[in-house]
């Protein structure tokens, strides 16, 4: 009967610790599952407004990449009329013209090498502008790859973890060894001293 009542009891503390460990570990699983999702809820709402702003981006450029070419193109057009222009007036004109019209060929000549040294320097910022655009987006790939692998590791450690604090049948039975060998330890010592 004693030995009956300490299995009894045994069992229920068994019980109890294996049923406080297995809320635990449900707890722990339910907390995971909500972290991996919010996780992923998080990267795929961060992948959408990238690829929103990535693309809002490369529109502006397209656009202002185009409106400096047609600014370009109408430019170019301008100075061939008005150098069709002075070469013109300079052919029909008196001799006694000729040195004012020398000076308006001489400044024509020297606003367009001002105008072709600008645009050779607008060509740099904005080669210098794509390749900035570039490395910023290796930076970015790279520093989100980075903290993805980590973010990786760590869901990983979580999940070993929980699989750590909720074992397999066999760990299980392992880790009730012990209660059954001092149960039945306990039950012997009593049944030796109860006759």
Same mark, same amino acid.
């Given at each position: 009967?004693?030995?009956?009542?300490?299995?009894?009891?045994?069992?229920?503390?068994?019980?109890?610790?294996?049923?406080?460990?297995?809320?635990?570990?449900?707890?722990?699983?339910?907390? %995971?599952?909500?972290?991996?999702?919010?996780?992923?809820?998080?990267?795929?709402?961060?992948?959408?407004?990238?690829?929103?702003?990535?693309?809002?981006?490369?529109?502006?450029? /397209?656009?202002?990449?185009?409106?400096?070419?047609?600014?370009?193109?109408?430019?170019? /057009?301008?100075?061939?009329?008005?150098?069709?222009?002075?070469? *013109?007036?300079?052919?029909?004109?008196?001799?006694?013209?000729?040195?004012?019209?020398?000076?308006?060929?001489?400044?024509?000549?020297?606003?367009?090498?001002?105008?072709? %040294?600008?645009?050779?320097?607008?060509?740099?910022?904005?080669?210098?502008?794509?390749? /900035?655009?570039? *490395?910023?987006?290796?930076?970015?790939?790279?520093?989100?790859?980075?903290?993805?692998? %980590?973010?990786?590791?760590?869901?990983? %450690?979580?999940?070993?973890?929980?699989?750590?604090?909720?074992? =397999?049948?066999?760990?299980?039975?392992? =880790?009730?060894?012990?209660?059954?060998?001092?149960?039945?330890?306990? *039950?012997?010592?009593? =049944?030796?001293?109860?006759?």
């Amino acid at each position: 009967m004693l030995l009956a009542l300490v299995l009894v009891l045994v069992g229920w503390l068994w019980l109890r610790e294996h049923d406080a460990r297995v809320r635990e570990a449900a707890a722990a699983q339910r907390s %995971q599952d909500s972290l991996v999702a919010a996780v992923a809820a998080v990267r795929a709402e961060a992948a959408v407004r990238y690829t929103a702003d990535s693309l809002a981006a490369q529109r502006a450029v /397209r656009e202002r990449d185009a409106a400096l070419a047609r600014a370009r193109a109408d430019a170019a /057009r301008t100075a061939d009329s008005l150098g069709k222009l002075l070469v *013109g007036l300079a052919a029909a004109a008196p001799e006694s013209l000729q040195p004012l019209i020398d000076r308006m060929l001489a400044d024509w000549t020297a606003h367009l090498d001002a105008d072709l %040294q600008e645009r050779a320097a607008a060509d740099s910022a904005l080669a210098e502008r794509d390749a /900035r655009y570039v *490395g910023l987006e290796g930076a970015y790939a790279a520093d989100l790859a980075a903290v993805q692998r %980590q973010l990786d590791e760590a869901l990983a %450690q979580l999940a070993r973890a929980n699989a750590r604090a909720a074992p =397999g049948l066999l760990r299980r039975v392992w =880790g009730a060894l012990p209660w059954i060998g001092g149960a039945a330890a306990g *039950g012997y010592v009593v =049944g030796r001293v109860a006759r």
